[in-house]
């Protein structure tokens, strides 16, 4: 059985989930703040008998905010009960962690007709006095700072959320009964963090003021309140009342999930699950799925009709994704995608980093989406990615626009290609994350950016506000196993060469602040019959530049 990814579209706003399985349908809610990732050992293990459904629930992972403000528990419940109709799914059980276990029972008793049963694992059940505890220090504001500094503090406040309960009471009354988290478990935490931004706090304190064990004796579907030795809930099981259905899970947590399965196969729902329907456009925003690229899901983003005219397909910069080129998109006015590489953003990872691999991607999406022939744009190292993808298809690749293109002397190539990018790998002490900060800080102010004499201070504005540097460090944070391949491929492959022997017509676009600025005169050299599009930082500036190349080029 293959996991998938998918997007639904929910009136104007987005909801992500994974599916698995084959079967009745199994609804799987994450805690906070999380996403449908941390559920992936669940669910494989419910796919045996079930089509196991995992929701990144909204404001959370990849999936929008509700409307209201602010959404309660029940809102949450509701708008599963809007998915499962968008899926055409009739009846389903629900099972939940934490935040998710009082989606999952909210669920069961606004929807009984379409709920079979509701599982949970660890039900938040607080006292007035501690769910108002929570509501005033549990939460605290998410803010980039500088430095850095916010990184580190997410790192220790998601670990010591699994050392203490709650984390900010940090005394032995409160160790909590488990294993701190290993280091790729913490740092996929942070990812999901920074995912939510400040707006993590939105989903977790609905479940702070949801009514907990209040809405048991309005319960008409079973309900089963699970609790796991070592999680924070688990001490609650005291308090609830004797005709409540209570039942403690093993420790270990692929043997709860398969306890969990156990009891879900009581009370089976009834139907199937129909296919999964593509995600439907929404009016000013790019219209995000998934393609299968070689076997491997790769995330793709569409605007305007691909098919009116030929579209203009946006290699990303790598190690990135094609999130940080939204605005760009919904500036353009024209057909265009975008698409993350393999193993960059959400695409699934592929066994092999470099130009000649992302090109395939680039014609494989192209494939999928039925679009014969393209424009063809690539930023800094997605630069590399056209190049390659034009000079292999020169039937279909219409034209080139290189912004700002990493384009290196064959010496520099030699010398930089090893060193560009430090290891980034989760260390326990999430000091990885400070490399990920700095590294990028740093290309702001230095060319190289780790040749910090004032010969090489960088002579434009920055870039390195903390709100943009957060947006950068997410995407490329979420494959920290890709980025220091992905920089080395693309900083050694011989770009200039490459340009030069380009067929197509080619443009050049670049800021005045662009991190690659520098290049520009090489490339420049090499192509000398093309024209420089000159632009402002912000999106509304670069997606006039882009017009104007592909009218010049026309």
């Not at 669940?42 to 992972?61: K, M, N, R």
């Not at 290699?315 to 994704?321: D, I, K, L, R």
């Not at 900083?491 to 490459?498: C, D, H, S, Y």
């Not at 662009?514 to 490339?523: G, I, M, N, P, T």
């Amino acid at each position: 059985m293959r996991l998938t990814r998918h997007f639904l579209t929910l009136g104007t706003r987005r909801l992500h989930y994974t599916r698995i399985g084959q079967g009745p349908a199994v609804c799987l809610l994450h805690a906070s703040p999380c996403s449908a990732k941390v559920l992936q050992p669940v669910q494989e293990v419910f796919a045996s008998h079930f089509t196991a459904l995992a929701f990144d629930t909204p404001g959370f992972g990849l999936s929008d905010l509700l409307p209201q403000d602010p959404p309660e528990i029940e809102d949450f419940a509701d708008g599963l009960a809007a998915a499962l109709e968008a899926l055409g799914v009739d009846q389903a059980s629900t099972y939940g962690r934490h935040t998710g276990a009082s989606i999952a029972v909210e669920f069961a008793r606004r929807h009984p007709a379409r709920c079979a049963m509701a599982l949970t694992d660890g039900f938040p059940v607080f006292s007035a006095k501690a769910a108002e505890e929570r509501l005033a220090r549990y939460l605290l504001p998410l803010v980039p700072q500088w430095d850095g500094g916010h990184l580190l503090w997410l790192w220790y406040r998601y670990r010591d959320q699994h050392v203490f309960w709650p984390w900010h009471n940090q005394t032995l009354a409160f160790r909590a009964d488990t294993d701190a988290p290993e280091a790729a478990f913490n740092h996929r935490g942070v990812v999901e963090l920074l995912e939510a931004g400040d707006g993590y706090r939105i989903g977790y304190a609905a479940a702070f003021r949801h009514r907990g064990l209040a809405v048991l004796p309005e319960l008409t579907v079973p309900v089963c309140f699970g609790n796991r030795p070592g999680d924070s809930q688990h001490r609650t099981m005291a308090a609830y009342p004797p005709e409540a259905w209570v039942q403690e899970m093993p420790r270990d947590p692929l043997a709860a999930a398969a306890a969990e399965r156990a009891i879900l196969l009581r009370h089976r729902p009834r139907g199937a699950v129909p296919p999964s329907p593509l995600a439907t456009p929404i009016p000013g925003r790019s219209t995000t799925n998934y393609v299968d690229v070689g076997g491997r899901q790769v995330l793709v983003r569409v605007i305007g009709d691909l098919h009116a005219a030929p579209p203009l397909v946006i290699a990303p910069h790598v190690p990135g994704s094609s999130a940080l080129y939204e605005d760009l998109l919904r500036a353009l006015g024209i057909p265009a995608i975008a698409f993350d590489p393999p193993g960059h953003g959400e695409s699934e990872a592929a066994g092999e980093q470099g130009p000649e691999a992302w090109a395939a991607a680039l014609w494989g999406v192209c494939d999928a989406l039925g679009v014969k022939a393209a424009h063809l744009l690539g930023h800094n190292a997605g630069a590399t990615t056209v190049v390659a993808a034009a000079a292999s298809r020169p039937d279909r690749a219409l034209s080139v626009l290189l912004d700002a293109p990493i384009a290196l002397p064959a010496r520099l190539r030699a010398e930089w290609a090893p060193r560009w990018a430090p290891d980034v790998l989760p260390a326990w002490d999430g000091s990885h994350l400070l490399r990920m900060w700095h590294m990028r800080r740093d290309m702001g102010l230095w060319f190289p950016w780790w040749d910090r004499r004032l010969e090489n201070a960088r002579a434009t504005e920055p870039m390195v506000e903390p709100a943009r540097l957060q947006a950068e460090i997410r995407e490329v944070a979420k494959n920290p196993e890709s980025f220091a391949p992905a920089w080395h491929s693309a900083l050694a492959w011989p770009l200039p060469e490459r340009l030069a022997a380009l067929p197509q017509r080619v443009a050049f676009l670049a800021a005045a602040n662009d991190l690659f600025v520098q290049c520009l005169d090489l490339a420049l050299s090499l192509r000398p019959e093309a024209k420089l599009h000159r632009s402002g930082d912000g999106p509304a500036d670069k997606a006039a530049a882009i017009r104007a190349a592909l009218a010049g080029i026309a």
